[in-house]
């Protein structure tokens, strides 16, 4: 295990944009405020949703897509920066009308409504790849 203590500097709540991507309204709000490191939740609702699941065998992601109107139960991950750029790390469970649930690595969908909060770091974590995963992870 690879760990280092952080200190918090910043905490922030935003309203997603209708009609925008939740990743990328995340990503934006990180460039906006220059933030290289910070964890966040969020919770709402999507109009579809592509979630990605890692194949450990294939050592690759496999997306699945869906077109229909999702609640976004829970939404965590964390920000770092990847290629010199922030990457919002987004997983979610995600909720049909039926109550069935669906999880994964959330890699796009398009904000119905979206709260979030973010904690900043005051240190920059950024992304490196891993050999034993074949992924680019933080620390």
Known sequence: MDYREV??????VARLGHGADWREEIESLADDEDVDAAWFIAMGAVQDAEVWFYDQDETEYREVRFDEPLEVASCVGN???????PFAHTHA?????????VAGHLDSATVF???????TFEEPLVREHDEPTDLDLWL
Do not use: N
């Not at 920000?79 to 750029?85: A, N, Q, R």
């Not at 409504?113 to 904690?119: D, N």
């Open 7 to 12: 200190a918090g500097e910043q905490e922030f």
């Open 79 to 85: 920000v770092s920066l990847l290629d010199g750029e």
């Open 93 to 101: 469970v995600l909720s049909r009308r039926s109550g069935q649930a």
């Open 113 to 119: 409504a979206g709260e979030l909060y973010m904690r």
